[in-house]
């Protein structure tokens, strides 16, 4: 049995908000065959183990209701990896701008 | 309490929006295809004056105008003799929230304070969100941001997720969805449960704030150089950035200046394709957006939109993606500033039309944009190649969206590639008469159509008579 996530912890939770089947009428064959969801995050309001229903309360006070499917929601984003196609552009053109004429 | 399915909330959307907007639009519609545009701006926007006053109470506008030396000096290399004009950037990054959408949030949050909403919302996966936010944040009103973030396999778009980050820094509730359009089903249900103000892109508020950004550009060329912008190139997604702008450079008085909208092409990716979704490398500035919202503004989130792009377009020109992490990536090498990408679209399509203009002619370039984790040509660049998208220097006229990125091997690959605005212009007369349903036009719905295309009353009556089933009794 996972462990209990405690009240007040930050969370992010996960909620359908439209089944397949009551999506827009106009959206493209590959979206129309999946649900659309929706994250929030905020304050878990009693304590309960991942997976489970449970309420939040945003940073501005709205409770929303959904599956808690991170306890330590973070952000993974990053600048990443060096990215070789773009190394020498900016030697190219300060080359370009040592070398005569064109001006 | 209201019922929540698709449907009825959507025929709900005219009430909705009426009590979360505060404007009675049907007040400047003169039939079914007429409205009274100008009114509208005047009657429900701000006074130039009061704008920069609103304005200056939250530190936004006033951005530096800075000469790109080096890039000019690269287009001239590239320029026939004596062609080559000098390239000007407005550095809109130096607004509060990173970008020129703080203008664009001013007096919407302005607006909601002053009209005793206790809170904002907007529907944006872009800068915007982050505009509100922070403007929300010095009137002391809450904000809500929905955003399209994910595909159903819940990878996040690194430039969206960034700009999820940045609402939350400024004490936003941020609401994260997946690829849809019924991202407006999820906002009108917020607007309905909240109470608050829908900070639309697409009102007069928001518009008539952008208009300061074109007004600026042409008093500080005026006061330092003692001449008007050959030319102003804007990126192109809603139409907003274009028509504020524009706006605001006839009121300056600069009649010659020629307006420039630039859109990263993105042709042939469906923009609410869950497949789609994280094959593009720019969420906005790109065609998916400028052409429909071009051809058909009224797409937007309110009755009426205030983003009419064609009203103001000289000229359309669009780039690749390749060439603007390019001249991003030039940018921070030869002129030591680090923006963008999106913002960036213009500069790539100025590098080139400088190309065009005479060595004594201005070029401006009228936004940059923060740029940071996620939201930078790495992150970007990365993200598309873990997508299989092919990423690779050569001729970008062989890039396809979604299947590859050619970074140029020089900067002479670059090339602004003109739309044809004939084309686009029959394209919104056709959907402008078809959701009127009219099939005679008198004198009223002509020169209201003239307006909307930029057109001469006589062309627009050629267009439309070469073009479309319709009769025009002058």
Known sequence: ?103 | MAAKTYQEVMERRNQIMKEAVGIDYDRFRRNELVFDYEKMMSEVGYQLDEIREIQGQTGVGKTPLLELKNLTAIARKLAPAGKGARIFIKDEAANPSGSFKARRASVSVYHAKKQGYSGVVAATSGNYGAAVASQAVMRGLDTIIVQEVYDSQGKGQPEILEKGRKCEAYGAEVLQLTVGPELFYTFLKVLEDTGFFNASLYTPFGIAGIETLGFEIISQLRKEEGQDPAAVVCTNAGGGNLTGTARGINKAGADETVVVGASVDLSGLHMASDRDFNRKSFTTGHTGFGIPFATWPDRADVPLNAARALRYMDRYVTVKQGEVFYITEALAQLEGLERGPAGNTSLAAAVVLAQELDRDEIIVVQETEYTGAGKHPLPQLNFARENGVEIRRGDPEEEVPGENIIIPEEPGQIRARDLDLKRIRISYLNKALENSGLKELGREEVSFLAAEINQPVEKTRELLEENLEVEIKL
């Open chain 1, 1 to 103: 049995m996972a462990e209990k996530i405690p009240a007040g912890s930050w969370v992010q939770i996960h909620d359908i908000e439209l089944s397949a089947e009551e999506r827009a009428p106009q959206v493209p064959e590959d979206t129309a065959r999946v649900p659309l969801e929706k994250w929030v995050k905020g304050f878990l309001q009693k304590a309960e183990e991942p997976g489970e229903e449970v309420e939040i309360e945003t940073v501005i006070g709205n409770k929303y209701r959904g599956k808690l499917v991170d306890a330590d929601p973070s952000y993974g984003h990053s600048f990443g990896k060096a990215v070789p196609e773009l190394l020498q552009v900016g030697r190219e053109l300060k080359e370009m701008l040592r070398q005569e004429g064109g001006e």
